[in-house]
C-alpha cells in the first residue's frame, strides 16, 4: 500500500483539512480529496478522519492511504524546465509521464516532438518512450551540420554501447532474487498488436538486468539496465516473472480485471521513470552521462529511501 505522510506547518489559525490537502497537493483535485476523505483512507495522528471539515493545526502529523494519482493535465506548449541538456545539435530533455514521445495515427494531438519542433525548430527522435514513461530522452537537429553527431548516436544505438537506466515501482507478488538477468524472446501478443509477448520462439532477443534496491509493503523498487531495445521490454520483463510495475494497465492482469478495486483506482501513473542515459567515448565525442532526477511519486509512501537512488553507470 502506498501512502504519504507530512507534519503540518506554517499555519496561521487551524484550518479545514479539505482545504490543506487541496492546497498541498492541487494536483489531485478537489473531487479526489473528497473520495480519500469519505472512504477513510485520511488519519490526523492515528486517528482516521471522515470530514472534511475536521480542523487540523500546526505539528499534526497526516496521513493519506493510497493517496490519488495526479491529474493528467493538457500538454499544449514545450516547457523550459524539461531541458536537462543542450549541446550543440543534442538536445536532451526529460519527459514527463502522459505525454506521448511523438504523434500517431491514433493521436494526433500534442507530442514532445511536435513541441520540440515548435521550440527548437526541426528536431528528430533518436529513440522513443512508452506515453507514461517519464525521463531521458533524446533528439537532435538534423542537415550537413549535424551530420557528424548523428552519424555517431547512430552508432552509438547501433552497437549496443549506449547505455541506459531505469528505476521502476513494482508489486512483488512473488520475491524475486535480489538481482538478477532476464533473457526472454518477445514478439507481438498473438491477441493485441499493441502488447508484446514472451514467445518460445521466433520474435527477438531481449535481455535486462535487474536490482532490487528496496522492499516495502509489497512493493519494490528496481534499477533497470535494458541490453535490447524492443518494444515494452521492461514492462513484459516484469510481468514475465510475475513482478508487474505499478500502474502499468496493458501488462498488470490486477488493472486489466474489470471487477477489481486496482481497476477502479487504475489511474495510477505507470511507474517507471528513464533515469540515466550515457553516451560512448569515441573519436571527437567524450563520453557523457545525462541524468533525469526521480519524479517525488517514486518516494512517497517509502519510508526506507525518501531520497533519490544514485549511482554511476559502468
Not at 496561521?12 to 483512507?41: F, M, S
Not at 493545526?57 to 493517496?67: A, H, I, W
Not at 508487474?244 to 488493472?255: E, K, N, T
Request: charged fraction near 25%; aromatic fraction near 6%; hydrophobic fraction near 35%.
Amino acid at each position: 500500500m502506498q501512502r504519504v505522510q507530512f507534519i503540518i506547518r506554517n499555519l496561521h489559525e487551524p484550518a479545514r483539512i479539505d482545504k490543506v490537502l487541496r492546497t498541498r497537493y492541487p494536483q489531485w483535485g478537489r473531487r479526489a480529496i473528497n473520495t480519500i476523505l469519505n472512504a477513510g483512507q485520511v488519519m490526523v495522528n492515528g486517528r482516521t478522519i471522515w470530514l472534511g471539515s475536521w480542523k487540523v493545526k500546526n505539528g499534526d502529523r497526516l496521513e493519506v492511504l493510497n493517496p490519488p494519482t495526479d491529474k493528467r493535465m493538457a500538454v499544449d506548449r514545450f516547457q523550459e524546465e524539461w531541458i536537462l541538456a543542450r549541446e550543440g545539435a543534442l538536445i536532451v530533455l526529460n519527459k514527463p509521464a502522459g505525454l506521448l514521445a511523438e504523434p500517431t495515427r491514433a493521436n494526433r494531438g500534442s507530442s514532445l516532438l511536435t513541441l520540440a519542433q515548435s521550440h527548437f525548430g526541426p528536431v528528430t527522435l533518436r529513440h522513443r518512450l512508452d506515453r507514461d514513461t517519464s525521463g531521458v530522452i533524446l533528439l537532435s537537429h538534423q542537415g550537413p551540420a549535424a551530420k557528424s553527431l548523428n552519424q555517431y548516436l547512430d552508432q552509438a544505438f547501433k552497437s549496443g554501447r549506449l547505455r541506459k537506466e531505469y528505476v521502476a515501482i513494482i508489486h512483488e507478488r512473488n520475491r524475486l532474487k535480489d538481482e538478477g538477468t532476464i533473457r526472454t524472446r518477445l514478439d507481438t501478443h498473438q491477441n493485441r498488436r499493441d502488447m508484446m509477448a514472451v514467445v518460445q520462439k521466433g520474435g527477438r532477443l531481449a535481455i535486462t538486468e535487474y536490482k532490487i534496491t528496496h522492499r516495502w509493503n509489497g512493493l519494490a523498487k528496481v534499477i533497470l539496465h535494458p541490453k535490447s531495445g524492443r518494444m515494452h521490454q521492461l514492462r513484459v520483463h516484469m510481468q514475465y516473472l510475475g513482478a508487474p510495475i505499478v500502474g502499468d494497465r496493458l501488462y498488470d492482469s490486477a488493472l486489466r480485471s474489470k471487477n477489481s478495486q486496482a481497476k477502479r483506482n487504475g489511474d495510477q501513473r505507470l511507474m517507471l521513470h528513464a533515469r540515466q542515459l550515457m553516451l560512448p567515448q569515441t573519436e571527437g565525442y567524450p563520453e557523457r552521462c545525462y541524468v533525469a532526477p526521480l519524479p517525488d511519486e517514486f518516494s512517497q509512501g517509502n519510508p526506507t529511501s525518501m531520497k533519490d537512488y544514485s549511482r554511476p553507470l559502468k
